[in-house]
């Protein structure tokens, strides 16, 4: 596997975002889970896939991977994320483009999808539409809070720590960010949409079956993989990429 050189784009708040782009027609940018990059995609094979068919752009978001790793909780308004990834959707010269995103990526790429007309579809893959924290979540946060907290660094860390535990500080400010992101309901995005989960992600499957009548009135395509656990949407490439690639085609 060849590795791509990174390339870099600067954040209407100065910070920088790195990415990769490889492949040839509309673009498609790939939105990674929380403490993962965005090499994982190609890892994982999706980019090899996706690149015959799509301009595909893969970003480590901001605090991940290569970019920058502010620490402040308001460095991870939501805001602030997406003003990142237009940024590297303007570097590529793709005013328009579909959004892929796993977990954290697709709790991101909501917010694209329903506050921008550039989004042209939108693949969400193993997170509910509503708030971005809820009750299940929240708890999650005070347990990883307490876990890490030896972990903590001072502001005076180094923006772009190669190890998992370089991030944690920055998830730390992130997860809090999230508390205060505002809601996002299907129909409140602006472009088709497919919601994919797997029947042992328990949380998001149950949020479906509560929601499918405001899922149905939105016109979300939804898939639910059986037996596919919430790390699975993203692992069970097989199982997962011919769904979302063929709703991504049209």
Same mark, same amino acid.
């Given at each position: ?20 782009? @490889? #492949? !040839? ?16 995609? *190609?890892?994982? #094979?999706? =980019?090899? *896939? ?8 893969? =970003? ?6 290569? !970019? ?22 303007? /570097?590529?010269? /793709?005013? *328009? ?6 977990? %954290?990526? #697709?709790?991101? $790429?909501?917010?694209?999808a329903a506050w921008s007309e550039r989004v042209t579809a939108l693949a969400l893959v193993g997170v509910p %539409?509503?708030?971005?924290?809820? $009750?299940? %979540?929240? *708890? ?26 370089? +991030? ?8 809090? /960010? ?19 989960? #797997? ?12 929601? !499918?009548?405001?899922?149905?009135? $939105?016109? @979300?395509?939804?898939?639910?993989? +059986? ?11 097989? $199982? ?5 690639? !063929?709703?991504?085609?049209?």
């Amino acid at each position: 596997m060849n590795k791509l050189a990174t390339r870099y784009s600067t954040s209407v708040d100065g910070t920088r975002i790195a990415y990769d782009v @490889v #492949g !040839s027609g509309p673009a498609l940018m790939l939105l990674h889970g929380m403490g993962k990059t965005r090499r994982d995609w *190609r890892k994982a #094979g999706y =980019v090899g *896939r996706l690149q015959d068919a799509f301009t595909v752009v893969t =970003v480590d978001m901001r605090g991940s991977g290569e !970019s920058d790793r502010p620490l402040d909780k308001a460095d991870y308004a939501i805001e602030k994320i997406c003003e990142d990834l237009y940024a590297v959707a303007d /570097a590529c010269d /793709a005013p *328009r483009f579909a959004v892929w995103g796993f977990s %954290f990526g #697709g709790n991101v $790429a909501r917010y694209m999808a329903a506050w921008s007309e550039r989004v042209t579809a939108l693949a969400l893959v193993g997170v509910p %539409f509503g708030p971005a924290v809820d $009750a299940a %979540f929240d *708890r999650y946060i005070d347990e990883f809070a307490k876990k890490y907290a030896h972990l903590a660094r001072t502001k005076t860390e180094h923006k772009r720590k190669p190890t998992i535990k370089g +991030q944690i500080p920055a998830m730390m400010a992130c997860f809090q /960010a999230m508390r205060t992101w505002p809601g996002v309901e299907p129909g409140d995005v602006r472009c088709p949409t497919l919601l994919l989960v #797997g029947t042992k992600n328990k949380r998001v499957l149950n949020w479906m079956q509560a929601n !499918s009548e405001a899922l149905d009135e $939105a016109g @979300v395509r939804v898939e639910i993989m +059986q037996g596919l656990t919430h790390n699975q949407e993203f692992g069970k490439i097989d $199982a997962v990429f011919p769904l979302v690639s !063929s709703f991504l085609k049209k």
